[in-house]
């Protein structure tokens, strides 16, 4: 596979990760989602993101997900 088909790849499945539900949510307050945010202070591709697909490793905040996502 060549590079520019696997960093599409990527891509693809980082817009997948982006949890609808939030976004979603952050819709209905009135809110933009973070990239969305970030998108229209920055010129296009003049941001790059590291480590997009980086998640904590803190149970505390494990547990606060778990208890906002099923009260």
Do not use: T
């Not at 539900?21 to 998108?39: D, P």
């Amino acid at each position: 596979m060549d590079l520019e088909k696997e960093i599409e790849k990527l891509n693809k499945k980082l817009k997948e990760l982006e949890r609808a539900e939030f976004v979603e949510k952050q819709h209905q307050k009135g809110k933009l989602s973070a990239r969305e945010r970030i998108s229209l202070l920055l010129d296009p591709e003049s941001f790059v993101e590291l480590d997009p697909f980086l998640e904590s490793r803190s149970e505390y905040l494990k547990l606060k997900y778990k208890e906002e996502r099923f009260p």
